[in-house]
């Protein structure tokens, strides 16, 4: 080979590796940048998720809600329902010498009874209303019904009107035959309170009465 041609691959060599060294240097460059715009939308999200509320919360509001304190009509009906009476039937109905939780079922005997006369006991009832309402409740009457909520009804007691948090017993006699009975003990029967809740004025018990009555 002559010394021409020897000087020309040697030529064509340099420019080859400084063309690849060119090409390197390149690309080291873009890959810097990427890694460098990455890092820059990264911390401009973390900067975001800063002023933002974490995922699975409710971001307060930005003013309070001063009429209305509970939030979504909440705070209206609170008050609402604070202003009006709230009658409902406590503690257990007591029949005879038994206690009987509401809704639940007790055996009373015949000779437990305070008179008997043609095959009917007549038994001592207790039973308690309340009044857990924000106001007073006018005056009203309780009822107990048997067999079904609109049954036939078996005892009557005047209601007073009840103050905020006051109480008022109801008593007397019912009369059962031997056998099981369901009892419906109703809280203003006659619906004549207009209350903030309507639906626990009704509570009832099973009664068994077992023996032979007079």
């Not at 009369?175 to 006659?190: I, R």
Request: charged residues 15%.
């Amino acid at each position: 080979m002559s010394r021409t041609m020897t000087a020309v691959a040697a030529s064509t060599l340099v420019l080859f590796a400084a063309a690849g060294v060119a090409g390197a240097q390149q690309r080291v460059a873009e890959q810097t940048t990427r890694v460098s715009d990455a890092a820059e939308q990264k911390a401009a999200q973390v900067a975001i998720d800063a002023q933002s509320p974490a995922q699975g919360t409710i971001a307060a509001p930005t003013k309070p809600q001063k009429d209305d304190p509970g939030g979504g009509g909440q705070g209206r009906q609170a008050l609402a329902n604070a202003a009006m009476p709230d009658l409902l039937l406590v503690d257990a109905f007591q029949l005879a010498n038994a206690t009987i939780p509401w809704g639940t079922a007790a055996t009373v005997l015949a000779a437990d009874a305070s008179s008997s006369k043609d095959g009917v006991c007549s038994f001592r009832y207790k039973y308690l209303t309340a009044n857990q309402g924000g106001v007073a409740a006018g005056a009203s009457a309780n009822r107990i019904r048997r067999d079904i909520q609109n049954g036939p009804v078996l005892a009557s007691n005047p209601l007073p009107a009840l103050a905020p948090a006051a109480t008022s017993v109801s008593d007397g006699h019912l009369s059962l035959k031997p056998g099981t009975w369901m009892l419906y003990v109703h809280a203003d029967d006659p619906q004549a309170v207009a209350e903030s809740n309507e639906t626990n004025n009704l509570r009832r018990v099973k009664v068994t009465v077992e023996g032979k009555c007079g």
